[in-house]
């Protein structure tokens, strides 16, 4: 199957399946080294990988570029992982994060693998809110992880 994209920029590749306790190993070392070492938490990613967040529009094209962004970062970050999903060559890790000590954002993380490292990825960060009144009728009491 060959992954066809909207936008032409975007190169396409064959799609192979990965191994999923390879892909997962490859999210807990990167996760695990964010923000401490950014050598060792960037392995999992191509050389010519792509990193987008739709939300401010930008795109940082090969990995020494988003690597060296994060390395001049100019907050003190803190994560949460609260669930990594993979399927194919997909995996969505969903997370929380909190800049220089503030309240904590809600964040999505959705990595396209090529092979066994990730070929592109795009990130969601956005604030929580609380739930409308006129919904609770029709909603759970245990409250979403």
């Known amino acids: 199957m060959v992954r066809q994209w909207p936008d032409p920029q975007i190169s396409r590749w064959e799609v192979s399946t ?32 792509v990193l987008e967040f739709p939300q401010s529009g930008e795109r940082f094209e090969g990995l020494v570029n988003f690597r060296e962004w994060r390395r001049q970062y100019p907050a003190d970050l803190r994560f949460r992982v609260r669930r990594m999903t993979a399927r194919e060559n997909l995996a969505v890790v969903e997370c929380s994060i909190s800049y220089n000590g503030g309240p904590w954002q809600y964040g999505v993380q959705l990595l396209e693998f090529r092979d066994d490292k990730v070929a592109r990825e795009r990130i969601y960060v956005m604030d929580g809110w609380a739930a409308p009144e006129w919904r609770a009728p029709w909603r759970a009491r245990t409250r979403a992880e």
């Open 18 to 49: 990965i191994d999923h306790s390879i892909l997962l190993e490859r999210l807990q070392q990167h996760w695990e080294y964010l923000g401490v070492d950014a050598d060792r938490a960037h392995e999992m990613y191509h050389d010519d990988a």
